[in-house]
């Protein structure tokens, strides 16, 4: 069983800056990618951007720039957001893929105030 937990989001003013964090746990020994999606009201779950397990790193244009995806260590993947703007309002959720399966973690408010 793979579980992800996420922690770290809230409420920031326009401009300023978050960091999200998703916990791994259970048989995590061969991930081939992690990474954060996020799901804005009324509107469909997106990618925002991935890690493989090589280390390559895919954004989406929207945050590229602003975002950084990083791998802390084995069992934690964190999501540095600066210079945020009121369209990244969202439910922020960890995902990864192991043995072509994918894990979702339920997700962490991030509120971006005008």
């Known amino acids: 069983q793979v579980q992800l937990v996420e922690s770290g989001g809230g409420l920031v003013q326009a401009g300023g800056s978050l960091r999200v964090s998703c916990a791994l746990s259970?048989?995590?020994?061969?991930?081939?990618?992690v990474g954060w999606y996020r799901q804005a009201p009324g509107k469909q779950r997106e990618l925002v951007a991935t890690?493989?397990?090589?280390?390559?790193t895919n954004y989406a244009d929207s945050v590229k720039g602003r975002f950084t995806i990083s791998r802390d260590n084995a069992k934690t993947v964190s999501l540095q957001m600066n210079t945020l703007k009121p369209e990244d309002t969202a439910v922020y959720y960890c995902?990864?893929?192991?043995?072509?399966?994918?894990?979702w973690g339920k997700g962490t408010l991030v509120t971006v105030s005008s």
């Open positions: 890690m493989a397990s090589g280390g390559g």
């Open positions: 995902n990864t893929e192991i043995s072509n399966r994918r894990y």
């Open positions: 259970g048989f995590i020994s061969n991930i081939n990618s």
